[in-house]
């Protein structure tokens, strides 16, 4: 596609529902990365994939958060158990090689009641 | 620890000044530097992305320099327009880190 593409790009959820976040990368980038971003405040790393696997998933903040990236294509991210404090904007980036410009996404409102 | 500051957190400025932005990181061993902005609401916009190798970067009002022995960077932004108004985040990626590590950003407003 022309850009990175996020959905949903809202999600109101209830504390302790399970919530599924899609980013579709720009084809051919190899590169995509899983950001998130309170109010006020930097994007926050969270995972990074080179191609189909997870080359550094140190940013996950516990077991509840898991991505997967099946083709090598579009991510998903999957929260488990969502707690109030996991409301942030859920942003996807990609690029055509770790080291070059980053394409973001307009982001994933997420917000636990 | 990897740490990434800017100052002012906020600037406010009449149109057509000339502004600059400053980007602190508190590790040299950088592999390159990115600079975005974000609209409300809106994803990031890459800038400039400067390398390690290099000491500055520029496209049309824009230019970035990198200073990576003081641990800085700068966004300079010359005859400032009221559609510059953003927060402007800066990146950084470590020789040792597969991610960047982002700055809090400046809010900038310019007036009309």
């Known amino acids: 596609g022309a850009g990175v593409s996020q959905t949903p790009s809202n999600k109101v959820t209830e504390k302790g529902k399970y919530v599924e976040l899609r980013c579709d990368p720009i084809?051919?980038?190899?590169?995509l990365y899983w950001y998130r971003q309170s109010l006020g405040q930097g994007p926050e790393f969270l995972i990074y994939?080179?191609?189909?696997?997870?080359?550094?998933d140190s940013g996950l903040p516990n077991d509840r958060f898991f991505a997967v990236r099946p083709e090598g294509s579009v991510s998903t991210l999957k929260i488990q158990r969502t707690e109030r404090g996991d409301s942030a904007v859920y942003l996807c980036?990609?690029?055509?090689?770790?080291?070059?410009?980053?394409?973001f996404g307009a982001g994933s409102r997420l917000t636990v009641l | 620890k990897q740490e990434v500051t800017q100052i002012p957190a906020a600037l406010s400025v009449p149109e057509g000044e000339n502004l600059v932005l400053n980007c602190s990181f508190t590790d040299s061993a950088i592999y390159n530097l990115q600079w975005f902005r974000q609209d409300p609401g809106k994803g990031l916009t890459s800038l400039l992305l400067?390398?390690?190798?290099?000491r500055e970067q520029t496209s049309g009002r824009l230019n970035a320099s990198l200073d990576k022995s003081s641990g800085r960077s700068t966004l300079y932004i010359a005859a400032s327009q009221p559609g510059d108004s953003a927060t402007y985040l800066c990146a950084v990626r470590y020789n040792y880190g597969q991610n960047f590590v982002f700055g809090p950003g400046t809010r900038l407003s310019v007036l009309p």
């Open positions: 084809s051919g980038h190899t590169a």
């Open positions: 994939f080179q191609g189909t696997g997870a080359a550094d």
């Open positions: 980036a990609s690029s055509t090689h770790r080291a070059n410009v980053l394409t």
């Open positions: 400067i390398q390690s190798s290099q």
